[in-house]
């Protein structure tokens, strides 16, 4: 199937709206009229991706992240670690799409995946940017503490990373969450305004955790990863049956950067 055909079928596929403006999501590497058969599915188009892309024989990775992000490039040579990917693709003959923010507020998507993960349920939505929503909150079935949630959390995660703040005994019923990176001070507000006892995402620093803290609301650091890239497995079926004349395969390459010490 031609590249940007495939493409749009993806964005149908996924139920991708338009990404945030400033948002580098789309095509990033390739040729819109290659033709493309098998498709390398991550979070991320690490250099590790790409050599399993190559080896497995896939033409396109479609990746959560884009693997540029902020620049504006006038050189692309092989001695940056950002250039140095594009290098490589481009040598290799792989394609990169990145859904992102697309992604982050799709229905099929990171935050809403992450939802039915921890069995949530009357979902509201919250974090709107540019029309979109990158939080959910929810309601679970019964009253936990914050020590069995996280710890909940990390067995339906298969991560040993996940970290939690605030008293092990504090009682869980609301839960706020935004996937990534969504740690922000004025989204803690929000969420303890709306009455949630915890948050979940990645990325927490330790004085955005204290003013969690100080707010009275408890914080799981899910880690980045793990947050998200559970999505991208569950989306595979879904592709497979809307495009069946393309192969999506899963990536096995463990992206998870961070470990636990014994
Ligand atoms: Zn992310």
Redesign the pocket.
């Known amino acids: 199937m031609i590249l940007s055909d495939l493409i749009h079928k993806i964005e149908v596929a996924a139920k991708l709206s338009p990404p945030l403006s400033y948002d580098n999501s789309g095509l990033i590497v390739g040729d819109p009229i290659a033709n493309i058969s098998r498709v390398l599915v991550s979070?991320d188009c690490s250099f590790d991706v790409i050599e399993e892309a190559a080896s497995v024989g896939a033409e396109l990775i479609f990746a959560?992240?884009p693997p540029l992000f902020w620049e504006k490039a006038k050189k692309i040579t092989a001695d940056t670690p950002e250039h140095g990917k594009v290098f490589r693709l481009i040598q290799k003959r792989i394609a990169v799409f990145a859904a992102?923010s697309s992604f982050?507020a799709s229905p099929l998507g990171?935050n809403d995946t992450l939802f039915d993960i921890i069995g949530l349920s009357e979902k509201e939505n919250f974090i709107c940017e540019e029309e979109k929503f990158f939080g959910r909150i929810g309601i679970l079935n019964k009253e936990t503490t914050l020590a069995e949630f996280a710890g909940c959390l990390s067995e339906k995660l298969d991560c040993s990373v996940v970290r939690y703040c605030g008293n092990k005994d504090t009682k869980i019923k609301k839960v706020a969450l935004c996937?990534?990176?969504g740690a922000e001070y004025e989204y803690f507000i929000e969420a303890k305004k709306l009455g949630c006892n915890v948050f979940v995402t990645?990325d927490v620093k330790y004085h955005n955790a204290q003013y969690a803290l100080d707010l009275g609301l408890s914080v799981v650091d899910a880690s980045?990863?793990a947050?998200?890239r559970i999505a991208m497995s569950r989306l595979i079926p879904v592709l497979q049956k809307e495009i069946p004349g393309v192969e999506f395969i899963d990536s096995s390459t463990n992206g998870q950067i961070f470990n636990h010490c014994q």
Do not use: I, Q, R
């Open positions: 979070l959560h992240h992102h982050d990171t996937t990534g990176s990645g980045h990863y947050s998200e």
